[in-house]
Antibody, heavy 127, light 108 residues
Framework: EVQLVESGGGLVQPGGSLRLTCGAS????????MHWVRQAPGEGLVWVSG????????RYADSVKGRFTISRDNAKNTLYLQMNSLRAEDTAVYYC????????????????????WGQGTTVTVSS | EIVMTQSPATLSVSPGERATLSCRAS??????LAWYQQKPGQAPRLLIY???RRATGIPARFSGSGSGTEFTLTISSLQSEDFAVYYC??????????FGGGTKVEIK
């Protein structure tokens, strides 16, 4: 069974940067869209960003657009989230998640949900 | 952006009883809706996709229904391990993928 393990979280000052990493245990990593989802303390789930199988298609929530960059290295089975210009409201647990999709697309009825999640890594933005 | 609204915020149910959770979309999402379960300190777990299709390994007591803007997750007979927070998510029109605010199912 594939596992996802996040790392890179920590305490950072407002305006600072962090890079999150999500390592996958399976070589099938390259066949899946991947996403980052965050959860502020005591709050619900919020989608942050997604990336297609070869990294050529990236999507962002408006709240992070221009500040965060998602990328992947399929040779290393690794997903990244570079976070710059961090704000207090970015404080959250960040999860990486695999999206199960058809080979044709990852939109609409071709998307089968986020079926594998990491355990999360905590990012705290505070002075 | 499609806004997902879940109700009730908290549902108190006795073990063995049925639980019915609702999710409403601000515009039609067809059947492109998923449900997730999250227990304290854990990552979410996929339960349902396509509004009514159970994910791999999900017990038959979990069922989803609905289309368009109104959706329901039903847990037919609550087990102790089912007390958790449940989120719906639309993927009909993204970005952004959007989640509902969650329904907490607690022991009555």
């Amino acid at each position: 069974e594939v596992q996802l393990v996040e790392s890179g979280g920590g305490l950072v000052q407002p305006g600072g940067s962090l890079r999150l990493t999500c390592g996958a245990s399976s070589s099938t990593f390259s066949s899946y869209w991947m996403h980052w989802v965050r959860q502020a303390p005591g709050e619900g789930l919020v989608w942050v960003s997604g990336i297609n199988t070869d990294g050529s298609n990236t999507r962002y929530a408006d709240s992070v657009k221009g500040r965060f960059t998602i990328s992947r290295d399929n040779a290393k089975n690794t997903l990244y989230l570079q976070m710059n210009s961090l704000r207090a409201e970015d404080t959250a647990v960040y999860y990486c998640a695999r999206a199960d999709c058809s080979s044709a697309s990852c939109y609409g009825s071709y998307y089968y949900g986020m079926d594998v999640w990491g355990q999360g890594t905590t990012v705290t933005v505070s002075s | 952006e499609i806004v997902m609204t879940q109700s009730p915020a908290t549902l108190s149910v006795s073990p063995g009883e049925r639980a019915t959770l609702s999710c409403r979309a601000s515009q039609s999402v067809s059947s492109n809706l998923a449900w997730y379960q999250q227990k304290p300190g854990q990552a979410p777990r996929l339960l349902i996709y396509g509004a009514s299709r159970r994910a791999t390994g999900i017990p038959a007591r979990f069922s989803g229904s609905g289309s368009g803007t109104e959706f329901t997750l039903t847990i037919s007979s609550l087990q102790s391990e089912d007390f958790a927070v449940y989120y719906c998510q639309q993927y009909n029109n993204w970005p952004p993928l959007t989640f509902g605010g969650g329904t907490k199912v607690e022991i009555k």
